[in-house]
């Protein structure tokens, strides 16, 4: 089937168990192959894919779904606001580039799975899936100025848990 | 874009990166950088996390048993859930339901590939506007197309890149980078004709068959140059045995076509 793979990943990313990612894209064919009357020719199909499975997601898998070490906004706010000054942060990150790390199943991963939902389903759909600010923000159910607003943050948030994970390292000092 | 108060414009930054702006928007945000450090180094984190999370969280494997499932459970929509619901489907009209879901199947599959067709010369020729607007950065600058060849295989892009050297029309290789067409890999690099012209070249494994109808389809000793025009940037496509190459450029057509026909290769 096409687009598996990417519906695939989107959903092991919001589900974080792998059955329960494979429900949720069976579920989405399902209920595309039910509604395809409503899909317009023309129109992003992936877009409308991921739309069908976050909505999904929102009403079936989100309420029992466990979110144990989910940081609050507040607290993402909060480092945010006392992250590493911009100059400083470029160059830690330019470190690490150079390092040629493999990200896989690092503490990027554990950064993206911290950052809430929102900014999550985002920064995936708009870096990962490459979908269209607009395409994004549709299948997210919020208007485009929210999704540039989360996409922003979340990018940032990624950014600043990548240079504490260097200082960590020790590659870089604060 | 109004950003004489002082304020930094840190979503615009990102929208540049996007390349979302257009040209008088995306002119104002460049001159803010130029003469702003913090919004300099802004961009600089945005384009460096953006390009480690679409690399990091790229689409991996999915579960052998997914494909099977989800078969079945189309047809156990199609067979089991009409026929309970709807008293006068009857087991003759069995096949017509097997029909409907390789139908519905199939056309997915077709939109999906219409969506991807549609997109490509669009994103090719946004990626022209991000270079030129400074959204995006080369890996590697070097004037030397041995040293690029030997980059882009050092980085493993699964294909032969091949980086012409067009000295003999003017124009100088700049450097490159590893890129992305959608979710596909490619590699980019860029040459500056004699009067300042920028050229964006892009090979990435694919077909042109792919792409949506072109304006014009131009053959030259042998290969089909197909053109495409968007948002003010020529764009030329032609295939390379199993890679797709494409050069864009904001000139005139005949002249993108020209350096086309010299740096294509018949495979």
């Not at chain 2, 304020?7 to 950088?33: C, F, K, M, N, T």
Request: one cysteine or more.
């Amino acid at each position: 089937m096409p687009l598996t793979r990417s519906l695939y990943n989107m959903a092991l990313r919001l589900t974080r168990r792998p059955q329960d990612a494979a429900d949720l894209v069976q579920e989405t064919f399902l209920r595309a192959y039910r509604t395809f009357p409503n899909f317009t020719p023309g129109t992003n199909a992936k877009a409308w894919l991921f739309t069908i499975l976050y909505s999904i997601f929102v009403n079936a898998y989100r309420r029992k779904e466990r979110e144990p070490e989910m940081a609050s906004i507040e607290d993402l706010e909060e480092r945010f606001q006392r992250s590493i000054p911009v100059q400083d942060l470029n160059a830690h990150l330019q470190i690490l580039g150079n390092l040629n790390i493999d990200w896989k199943g690092s503490e990027i991963q554990r950064e993206l799975e911290r950052l809430p939902e929102s900014f999550r389903a985002a920064v995936l759909l708009v870096d990962v899936e490459d979908l269209s600010y607009e395409e994004a923000a549709a299948a997210l159910g919020c208007p485009v100025g929210t999704l540039r607003s989360r996409l922003f943050r979340g990018r940032r948030i990624l950014a600043v848990g990548l240079q504490e994970y260097a200082c960590k390292l020790g590659y870089v000092r604060r | 874009m109004n950003m004489a108060d002082g304020q930094h414009p840190r979503e615009a930054l990102q929208e540049l990166l996007d390349g979302r702006l257009d040209a008088q928007a995306s002119g104002d945000v460049v001159a803010h950088i130029a003469s702003c450090s913090s919004c300099a180094g802004e961009i600089e984190i945005l384009r460096w996390t953006r390009s480690t999370v679409a690399s990091a969280f790229a689409a991996g494997p999915v579960p052998e048993s997914l494909e099977r499932s989800l078969r079945d459970a189309l047809d156990r929509e199609a067979h089991a859930a009409p026929l309970e619901r709807v008293p006068w489907l009857t087991r003759a009209r069995r096949p017509a339901l097997a029909v409907a879901v390789l139908t519905f199947v199939i056309l997915a599959v077709g939109i999906v590939f219409m969506s991807r067709r549609g997109d490509v010369p669009a994103r090719v020729a946004r990626d022209y506007l991000a270079y030129r607007t400074g959204a995006i950065d080369l890996d590697l600058k070097t004037a030397d197309v041995v040293e690029m060849e030997r980059f882009f295989a050092r980085k493993g892009t699964g294909f032969q890149s091949r980086v012409l050297d067009l000295g003999m029309m003017g124009h100088r290789l700049v450097g490159g980078r590893v890129h992305r067409i959608r979710s596909v890999q490619s590699v980019l690099f860029v040459y500056a004709g004699p009067a300042g012209q920028v050229l964006v070249c892009q090979m990435y494994k694919g077909s042109v068959t792919d792409l949506p109808a072109a304006q014009e389809i131009r053959p030259n000793d042998g290969i089909e140059f197909h053109v495409y025009a968007r948002a003010g940037t020529t764009l030329v496509f032609w295939q390379e045995g199993a890679v797709v190459c494409v050069l864009a450029g904001d000139g005139a057509l005949e002249d993108v076509l020209k350096l086309a026909f010299t740096k294509a290769m018949k495979v």
